[in-house]
């Protein structure tokens, strides 16, 4: 992945002037998706005044595609047949003027996913194609026809239809929902002749995608891909320059596309996570905007969020969420960099209960813009996201988005440790120079590149914690990061590994808090290793012994090989191996012990003091945002028996917080304001200031300027 080629400072505040692009106006985003029937009772005063009272800077509008809402000229393109209930006959024209009047950013949604009968038979070279070449109905709704993404619907008709709603309306931008295909394949005719004349191959068939078919295809269907909505952007910059083509995108952004073809589309990035799935913590909407800014550190990213469930496979449209978790879904993605954006499907409000929610934490966003103003994020640690992506496997699921990264992203959460993301595609060894520690989970399959940054890292004064299998596992090639850690395996790696136990052997930073215990929990994947320095090991593995019979689950033999090696480099940098699966298994289990051991690792790698801490009560998330004028500190409430699963009910109010931040050289004192508007004058004492909140409901803010 190449780096970032569109580039300019995000924006989190309101502070915007009409000479900016559209997407740095877009602060605040309505989408409205209409079903066929909104013309019928289109309460247009209803909607207008959401759009007032949210302090939406940016409109998202169901236009056409699969359905029209607007009177096209465009043949077979399916209009809305209520469309005549309208005096206007325009339901998509009476957003638009709606909004615009508002001053809004205007983008019309179009969903080319399928067509309808009349279009089918007249088109059959539009149809998506299974493996007898038979057409692939739509596997939701009757008579109703999926598209091929490989032959002239996409080409032709889908430009044919931006060209109208662009020349017609104006819009900013375009915004494509569904727009891959269903599925990864179509044997369509089209898609049979272009994969042979670039590849002399015929499609693959099959269950197995390690074939060599399978990955020339996949890797051809990337670049087509890319190439097809790179056509579709040119459209709509050819006849209004500025604007944009945007195909919706997922966590992934544009890893699955071809970074030479898209590189200069996306000026922003749109995240279909409408909510959280049954076993996913409130805080993987600020993990969206983290792992984006990882990837693209200047491009400004929406998070698409839901005000009904998106549980999957359930889904409830016309459902609304507690106004608790609506709320903190937005909240913990825009204080972690996201533009905040709630998606309403059907314009009927079957249930209105959602509305005040939202105004209240879009009201909640304008005021805390005005406090983070434009500061970059720092942290003293990241997390690495360090699997590349496999280029001719587009369609696998997102390669780090698995326990071990849960289980370290929830145990730097726990201990208040404010951290960013770093992502393999841009890893750079100025980027990682940025951070004072690097905390690596699940490196297995961390790429030799890497590997070299990680030394000349640590050998530059930066520190590293990692886990499991990120050394040479007993393969017999040493690898670089065996010398890095100080150990060397003495055998494969063990899986499945039961009642296993790790003894405290040293006193050490490592080893505080523990009080009373000599052994915690240790892992199920067991790394057997040897230390070949005088690095320090205050852990160490119990042996193994049954966990059944009952009367034989004792141990036979002291504690012996590695668990823990702790090493401090001549740099200055430090480094703590965990020879087990810590990561992982502390979400699987979720141990305190393992939260603890986590959090004194990342501690004592740090070596000192973050420049900012907060202490108190509770589970929350925090994000910090410094410039040479001063730090914005947020606090995010995450401390609710339902953070974890399910969906927030209520708000259960912690106690107040205690800031300690770290002030520049020559700084004798700082004025402090917060989200509520208390504004005081503290001084800074032994280089650092101390400000106390009050109780925290949802959100705190507190800006310092020296």
Known sequence: MTGDAVTGDAVTGDAMTAAAPWYRRATRWTQLTFVEDDPLHFDRELWRDILRRSQSTAACISAGGYMAFYPTDVPFHHRSRHLGALESGDLFGDVVDDARALDMVIMARIDPHAIHADAAAAHPEWLARDANGDPVPHWSFPDVWLTDPFGTFYSEFVPEITREIVGRYGVDAIFANRWEGNGIISYSEAARRGFFDATGRELPTGDDHSTDDWRAYLAWRSQHLSRQIAQWDQTVRDLRPGASFIPNRGSMLTRDLDPELTKDMYPAFFVDKQGRDLDEPVWV??????????????????????????????????????????????????????????????????????????????????????????????????????????????????????????????????????????????????????????????????????????????????????????????????????????????????????????????????????????????????????????????????????????????????????????????????????????????????????????????????????????????????????????????????????????????????????????????????????????????????GRIEVATGAIELLEVVEIRW
């Open 285 to 686: 909407a600020g993990r969206v905007g983290k792992r984006a800014r990882g990837m693209y550190p200047t491009r400004q990213v929406a998070l698409i969020t839901s005000v009904g469930p998106e549980i999957s496979p359930h889904r409830w449209k016309d459902a609304v969420s507690p106004g608790p978790e609506l709320q903190s879904l937005i909240v913990d993605g825009f204080v972690q960099g996201t533009v905040p954006w709630f998606t309403k499907f059907n314009a009927n409000l079957f249930d209105t209960r959602w509305i005040e929610p939202l105004v209240d934490v879009y009201d909640l966003h304008a005021r805390a813009g005005e406090l983070f103003g434009d500061r970059p994020f720092v942290a003293d640690v990241a997390l690495l996201d360090s699997v590349l992506p496999d280029a001719t496997d587009p369609s696998a699921a997102y390669a780090t988005d698995n326990t071990a990264e849960h289980g370290m992203y929830q145990a730097l959460i726990e201990a208040r440790i404010p951290f960013e993301i770093l992502v393999g595609d841009t890893l750079t060894l100025e980027r990682m120079q940025a951070f004072r520690v690097i905390v690596i989970p699940d490196g297995r399959r961390l790429p030799a590149a890497h590997r070299d940054l990680l030394v000349a890292y640590v050998a530059s004064g930066g520190s590293v914690v990692a886990d499991g299998e990120i050394i040479g596992t007993g393969t017999g090639t040493p690898d670089a990061l065996d010398d890095l850690f100080g150990v060397a395996a003495t055998g494969p790696v063990r899986t499945g590994v039961r009642n296993n136990y790790i003894a405290l052997t040293d006193r050490h930073p490592l080893t505080e808090g523990f009080a009373g215990a000599q052994r915690i929990i240790g892992g199920t994947r067991i790394v057997p290793v040897q230390t070949t320095t005088d690095a320090g090991v205050p852990y160490r593995f119990v042996p193994d012994y049954p966990d059944v019979p009952m009367e034989e689950v004792y141990p036979r033999e002291p504690a012996r090989d590695p668990a823990v090696v702790v090493r401090e480099h001549r740099g200055g940098g430090r480094t703590v191996y965990l020879a087990f699966d810590a990561g992982a298994i502390f979400w699987t289990a979720l141990q305190r012990d393992h939260s603890r051991l986590l959090a004194n690792a990342v501690r004592w790698a740090l070596g000192g003091p973050q420049r900012v801490e907060v202490t108190g009560e509770g589970l929350v998330d925090l994000s910090v945002r410094a410039d040479d004028s001063g730090v914005a500190v947020s606090v995010v409430n995450l401390d609710n028996a339902h953070a974890m699963r399910g969906q927030l009910r209520a708000f259960r109010a912690i106690g107040p917080q205690t800031l300690s931040v770290s002030a520049p050289d020559g700084a004798t004192s700082a004025r402090v304001r917060t989200l509520g508007g208390a504004e005081s004058v503290v001084p800074v004492d032994g």
